[in-house]
């Protein structure tokens, strides 16, 4: 099939290479020459997301769409719906912080308290305030930990602000889930994910760990994408606190703590994800070993390249530009047991720190 993708960041290169792998046609669309997807993709259009000549160019040339990411123009996708297996729904709730809360309220998915912060009479301690639209790995967040951050926190002009109960969670969580067109859902094995100033740093699946907390979230998981009759990958994220799994919040799209499952499962999350939009069954995923994924994040993976002495699998997104922040690249980890990965890691992360 000749599938179109919307966003060419590297989980538009990653879907592309399982697309490729699958025998599809790969389009990709993103304003940025060069961008991941550029390197893989088959044919691509370099335009704004939102310029609707562009967009109508992608649906012509392909059978399906997908988008990789959020910041997809909404009208756009409305008015190509059909095309999308995606849909507009999860695009809607995701992009909104207050909106996918109360989503996950009416789903009986237990969340941090939360409401909209509009005054200072809306703010408690301790909490984490987030605009809510538009912040991604922690960008936009605040943390209100005594009175005095309160007196000292201003409103932006023109910004809306959710604020939430900080949660002292034990450890985070992820479950990734691939819905197909004929309603059958499979869950990956459940990363422990680990974040660095907000930005995910490792993602950790000692094994398949079936918990009582792992068990709820897959539970209110697979509420979320048959609700939203999604059909595709998604990921949803969770604070773990003893027994009690509270929701984060969740992604229309392919996830970043499930990159591990390119190599440590017989089937990636961009595998089943283009199975699913294709019209294709999902399979369901089974851990190879003990798996760890570390992200590069504002370094050059050739860096790594050179002096990194474990067997791993290394993915440059191939970037054009290096910045602090940036995602440039992950590693994965394939150990044969979960204290070798424990050993090997933390050796990795004492190197590179
Ligand atoms: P990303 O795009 O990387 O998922 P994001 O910008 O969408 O991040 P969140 O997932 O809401 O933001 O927050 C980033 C991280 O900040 C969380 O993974 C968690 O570590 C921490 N965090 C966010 N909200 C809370 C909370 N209410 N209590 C405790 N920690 C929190
Ligand atoms: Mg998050």
Redesign the pocket.
Same mark, same amino acid.
Do not use: T, V
């Given at each position: 099939m000749r599938i179109g993708i919307i966003g060419g960041g590297q989980l538009g290169l990653m879907m592309a290479e399982a697309a490729h792998q699958l025998g599809h046609h790969v389009i990709g669309l993103d304003p940025t020459p060069g961008c991941p997807l550029h390197h893989e993709a088959d044919d691509m259009i370099i335009a704004p997301y939102d310029d609707e000549i562009a967009f109508e160019r992608l649906v012509v040339k392909s059978d399906v769409l997908t988008y990789e990411f959020e910041n997809v123009d909404l009208t756009l996708v409305h008015r190509f719906e059909h095309m999308i297996p995606q849909k507009s729904r999860g695009l809607i709730l995701s992009k909104h912080?207050v909106r996918e809360k109360e989503f996950a309220r009416y789903l009986r998915i237990p969340t941090?308290h939360f409401g909209f912060a509009k005054t200072k009479a809306d703010l408690f301690v301790p909490?984490?305030i987030?605009t809510t639209m538009g912040?991604?790995?922690?960008?936009?967040?605040h943390r209100l930990v005594a009175n005095s951050d309160i007196d000292h926190f201003s409103f932006g002009s023109n910004v809306e602000y959710i604020i939430? +109960?900080?949660?002292?969670?034990d450890y985070?969580i992820s479950v990734i889930a691939t819905r197909d067109r004929f309603g059958h859902v499979v869950t990956y094995p459940i990363p422990i994910?680990e974040?660095r100033d907000?930005?995910?740093h490792i993602s950790k699946i000692a094994g398949d760990i079936r918990s009582e907390a792992n068990q709820n979230a897959v539970d209110y998981t697979v509420r979320i994408i048959t609700n939203l009759d999604y059909v595709g990958t998604l990921a949803v994220?969770y604070?773990v606190r003893g027994n009690e799994v509270l929701f984060? +919040?969740f992604?229309p799209r392919p996830h970043?703590s499930g990159h591990y499952s390119i190599e440590g499962c017989d089937v990636s999350q961009f595998r089943n994800h283009i199975r699913a939009i294709t019209g294709d069954e999902v399979l369901s995923p089974r851990l190879k070993s003990p798996t760890a994924m570390i992200n590069v994040i504002g370094k050059n993976v050739a860096y790594y390249k050179r002096s990194n002495g474990y067997s791993c699998h290394i993915h440059d997104y191939r970037k054009n530009e290096l910045r602090q922040d940036r995602k440039m690249g992950h590693i994965t980890y394939l150990a044969p047991t979960p204290e070798d990965l424990d050993v090997w890691i933390s050796a990795v992360v004492e190197d590179r720190s």
């Open positions: 912080r941090p909490s984490i987030k912040g991604y790995d922690g960008k936009g967040q939430e +109960e900080w949660i002292d969670f985070e994910n974040h907000g930005i995910l994220e604070f984060n +919040e992604a970043n």
